[in-house]
């Protein structure tokens, strides 16, 4: 499973756009790049997955640069509710999930 | 479509107990895996199960144990509960097809242990 490394946490302000970035050097090929967001008390919650180049969705973007050893994690402009722990992962499901997931974002939404 | 479903969502146990958690995956799901969440050691791995059947266990001593039944739903066990095990309790299920880690959580059931 490739490590990954986002930032502890960070601030932003309401109606921002919020770009929370993920290293992942050992990236294997097979490999795609989730992310998940979390609310105290509650389950994960999936937001996007890609694999290369650009994801969108209703939620979120996820850019992912040719050498695929990083990406990122676009939330346009971001409301109190999106203050969340945000986590990045690397993985394939090859073999069945052995997810491990690191300390994730914490993401400080204020008005 | 129902989500992740977990029973029960807070349970209070005694140290020495053993306790059950149960989780109903979404309907097609057939792969389980659950979690441990406590504020020092984060979200951690405990196993998963694909068509009843384990198929990754993470690093946890041999007091958590598992199981899938043949309509996917799961139940983990935690025998001698030690007061380390107080923690929120994750269950997660996903389709046999996808790729990446694309899982649906459920809830959680709360297990305070004294």
């Known amino acids: 499973l490739a490590k990954t490394t986002q930032p502890i946490s960070m601030d932003s302000y309401e109606g921002q756009e919020v770009n929370i970035t993920c290293s992942h050097n050992?990236?294997?090929?097979?490999?795609?790049i989730t992310w998940y967001q979390q609310f105290p008390s509650q389950g994960p919650r999936f937001i996007i997955q890609?694999?290369?180049t650009k994801v969108t969705n209703e939620v979120a973007s996820l850019f992912i640069p040719a050498d695929r050893k990083s990406s990122t994690l676009s939330l346009p402009r971001v409301s109190l509710s999106d203050t969340a722990v945000y986590y990045c992962l690397v993985g394939d499901n090859a073999g069945g999930f052995k997810t491990i997931f690191g300390a994730g974002t914490r993401l400080f939404v204020k008005a | 479509k129902a989500g992740v479903t977990q029973t029960p969502r807070y349970l209070i146990k005694t140290r020495g107990q053993q306790v059950t958690l149960s989780c109903s995956p979404i309907?097609?799901?057939?792969?389980v895996s659950w979690y441990q969440q406590t504020p020092g050691q984060g979200l951690q791995f405990l196993f998963e199960y694909f068509s009843e059947t384990q198929r990754n266990k993470g690093n946890f001593p041999g007091r958590f144990s598992g199981r899938q039944f043949s309509n996917s739903r799961s139940e983990m066990n935690v025998s001698t509960l030690e007061l380390g095990d107080s923690a929120l309790y994750l269950c997660?299920?996903?389709?046999?097809?996808?790729?990446?880690?694309?899982?649906?959580f459920g809830p959680g059931t709360r297990l305070t242990v004294t």
């Open positions: 890609g694999y290369k």
């Open positions: 309907s097609g799901h057939r792969s």
């Open positions: 050992n990236i294997a090929t097979n490999d795609y």
């Open positions: 997660a299920s996903s389709l046999p097809t996808v790729t990446g880690y694309e899982q649906y």
